[in-house]
């Protein structure tokens, strides 16, 4: 393995390289996960707008299925193949947050990745606290929407940037215990730990997502796919929200220009999506890099807390500990409980 990279922008070019040296195995490793997500929810609101569509033709042919609890029921039913492929999907894409960061060691060692299913299964053994790490994650976005939030939720998020990476190596911690431990790691380290999350996410988020785009206009598979989907659009009440838009001064919505969005919005999502284990490199070595050069943590190896106690106090409890098991003969007492001779 080449020479280990300490500065923020050394760890940043190295965990890239990580990446795509093993970018074949992290692509099939992240296809389901990823795909999966777009294949269930595809697969929901077709088969529903199926249902919709042809509902009417099938209660003229079918009197019976006019009953509301029936149309439920069936309503449910059919949403259900794609709602089991896109849980399944987005349980292993939450999985893998932690996966890819029990897999740095040998990467770091080798510049290899291997045996996914061991990884993963580690991470999958700790379900309950790994679901209450994610829960808290949940509660934090939704109060990072509310614009009062943003600019203290936007501090937090670089605080708490590290609580999977944590959850992974320092596994006796609760969900609650990750949060702090993060906070407790970038203190100090605030605006090298913004600068990477500036990078990475400018490279994840917008380079490579707008450079994939850019790529499929080019070769009209984005007019393609929106054009398959333009059938579907056409269906939406467009001219109701143009009104509404018409109140607003603003410009109105033209399908063309829906679908296409639609479309780039998908493939962009999709690309940021399997890149995520660079991200998890990127934040586990820089989780490495706070804790000393160490990634597993034992309790043993935690700095233990500073005692309050005085020296005195110390030296008191020493004497206690000593003779403590030994018997005081009660004429010693005695002797010294009296007061001494005046000379």
Request: glycine share 6%; with cysteine; hydrophobic share 50%.
């Given at each position: 393995?080449?020479?280990?990279?300490?500065?923020?922008?050394?760890?940043?070019?190295?965990?890239?390289?990580?990446?795509?040296?093993?970018?074949?195995?992290?692509?099939?490793?992240?296809?389901?996960?990823?795909l999966g997500q777009i294949v269930g929810l595809i697969l929901v609101f077709l088969l529903t707008y199926f249902y919709a569509k042809n509902m009417p033709n099938l209660i003229q042919k079918i009197p019976a299925l006019d009953?509301?609890?029936?149309?439920?029921?069936?309503?449910?039913?059919?949403?259900?193949?794609?709602?089991?492929?896109?849980?399944?999907?987005?349980?292993?894409?939450?999985?893998a947050y932690g996966a890819v960061n029990s897999m740095l060691e040998n990467m770091l060692k080798s510049g290899k990745v291997y045996d996914f299913d061991a990884h993963t299964e580690l991470i999958k053994r700790r379900t309950l606290p790994f679901v209450g790490l994610w829960f808290l994650f949940g509660i934090f976005s939704l109060i990072s929407v509310i614009p009062f939030f943003w600019v203290?939720?936007?501090?937090?998020?670089?605080?708490?940037?590290?609580?999977?990476?944590?959850?992974?190596?320092?596994?006796?911690?609760?969900?609650?215990?990750?949060?702090?431990?993060?906070?407790q790691l970038i203190k100090g380290h605030f605006?090298?730990?913004?600068?990477?999350?500036?990078?990475?996410?400018?490279?994840?988020?917008?380079?490579?997502?707008?450079?994939v785009?850019?790529?499929?206009?080019?070769?009209?598979?984005?007019?393609?796919?929106?054009?398959?989907?333009?059938?579907?659009?056409?269906?939406?009440?467009?001219?109701?929200?143009?009104?509404?838009?018409?109140?607003?001064?603003?410009?109105?919505?033209?399908?063309?220009?829906?679908?296409?969005f639609t479309v780039g919005t998908f493939i962009a999502q999709i690309f940021i999506q399997y890149t995520l284990p660079l991200r998890s490199i990127l934040w586990g070595m820089w989780?490495?890099?706070?804790?000393?050069?160490?990634?597993?943590v034992s309790k043993d190896d935690k700095p233990k807390k500073r005692s309050a106690k005085k020296p005195s106090e110390k030296l008191m409890e020493a004497s206690n500990k000593k003779f403590s098991s030994k018997k005081l003969d009660r004429n010693i007492l005695k002797r010294a409980m009296e007061k001494p001779d005046e000379e």
């Open positions: 393995m080449s020479k280990k990279n300490r500065t923020p922008l050394g760890i940043f070019t190295e965990s890239i390289g990580l990446y795509f040296s093993n970018f074949d195995k992290f692509i099939k490793y992240m296809t389901f996960p990823v009953n509301f609890s029936l149309l439920i029921l069936i309503s449910i039913l059919i949403t259900l193949p794609g709602l089991a492929i896109f849980v399944k999907a987005f349980w292993e894409y939450l999985v203290p939720c936007g501090v937090l998020a670089v605080f708490f940037v590290l609580v999977f990476q944590v959850f992974t190596y320092e596994p006796e911690l609760t969900p609650l215990g990750c949060v702090k431990r993060s906070l605006a090298s730990t913004f600068m990477l999350l500036a990078l990475v996410g400018a490279l994840t988020y917008v380079l490579i997502p707008n450079l785009n850019m790529f499929c206009e080019y070769t009209h598979i984005t007019l393609w796919l929106s054009s398959l989907i333009t059938p579907i659009i056409r269906e939406l009440p467009i001219e109701a929200w143009n009104n509404a838009l018409s109140y607003l001064y603003l410009q109105p919505l033209k399908i063309e220009g829906i679908a296409l989780y490495k890099e706070l804790n000393g050069g160490k990634i597993y």
